[in-house]
């Protein structure tokens, strides 16, 4: 049954990814973040569709995530970005508005519509998301000036390739993407989970036996009941959101668990084995 959610939404999250490059952003030459922003732009220089351009991008990225991250998050992100080939190829490009501003504003809240999903059932559109990934795993500094530096190099390009109104839209795009992408799901690179349970033991190694991350465990006692319980706390990248409630959904359903936003660590954030 979780399987065959997952794929569904995959297809979903794929469609709306699509529809948004063939019927607003590609038209317009307004380019989306990430892998397929470089897709689109590098279409426009070779003879090769976006859709086969993403593909080709992705496969070497989702070779190091499955070695690296695990095989379920990067199988789940591979086949979203197969899909989203498929439908790319099979949905015409049509231009179904010539204002610029209204084509970057609707192709960016559909395709974070559809990258929004996605990420909600423990995958993501692949590409830039899984290098995220992976260096948050392997480095203790912020992933988010990745994300940074490659989506302004999609700006610049797109302004040299075509005009600066056009990089100008694009940043439009990204803006919109990334508050509907915070409002669907978190565009927060890292999160703190603070979770009270009254099986801490449990439940620290069956989220130990998922994810990668250290957990500081702090006394607790109802307010109310004055039951005697643990906090366990945890760091995790958004990626690994999916994973974490699912484990706290299997080990504990009744423990409590706060999710915050969190702006930046100091100290070691990873736990190796």
């Known amino acids: 049954m979780e399987i065959a959610k997952q794929l569904i939404v995959n297809v979903v999250g ?19 973040s990430g892998f397929t922003g470089v897709a689109q ?28 991250i695990g095989k379920a998050f990067t199988l789940y992100s591979f086949i979203n970005v197969v899909l989203t080939t498929f439908f790319l190829e099979i949905i015409p490009i049509i231009e179904i508005s010539s204002d610029l501003l209204l084509n970057a504003v609707f192709g960016g809240v559909i395709l974070a519509l559809g990258a929004g999903v996605t990420l909600k059932v423990g995958a993501s559109s692949g590409g830039l998301d899984i290098i995220a990934l992976i260096l948050s795993r392997k480095s203790d500094r ?3 000036i990745y994300f940074f530096v490659l989506n302004a190099l999609i700006v610049v390009t797109s302004g040299l390739l075509f005009d600066w109104e056009r990089a100008l839209y694009t940043l439009v795009t990204l803006y919109v993407s990334s508050r509907v992408i915070d409002a669907i799901y ?42 005697e319980k643990e ?7 958004r990626y690994e959101l999916y994973e974490l409630k699912k484990v706290i959904q299997q080990v504990d359903p009744s423990a409590f668990t706060n999710i915050v936003e969190t ?4 100290g070691l954030f990873r736990k190796e084995g």
């Open 142 to 144: 912020p992933v988010g």
């Open 186 to 227: 978190t565009r927060h690179v890292k999160l703190t989970a603070f979770i009270i349970t009254k099986n801490a033991d449990k439940l620290k190694e069956a989220i130990h036996n998922q994810i990668t991350r250290g957990i500081t465990r702090l006394p607790a006692k109802g307010g109310y009941s004055q039951e």
């Open 231 to 237: 906090m366990l706390m945890i760091v995790i990248t």
């Open 263 to 266: 702006a930046g660590i100091f």
């Open 14 to 32: 794929a469609v709306l990814i699509a529809i948004a490059l063939n019927v607003f952003l590609i038209p317009a030459n307004v380019f989306a």
């Open 41 to 68: 732009l590098i279409a426009t220089v070779v003879p090769l569709s976006t859709g086969i351009l993403l593909l080709l991008l992705n496969i070497p990225v989702a070779v190091l995530g499955w070695i690296k």
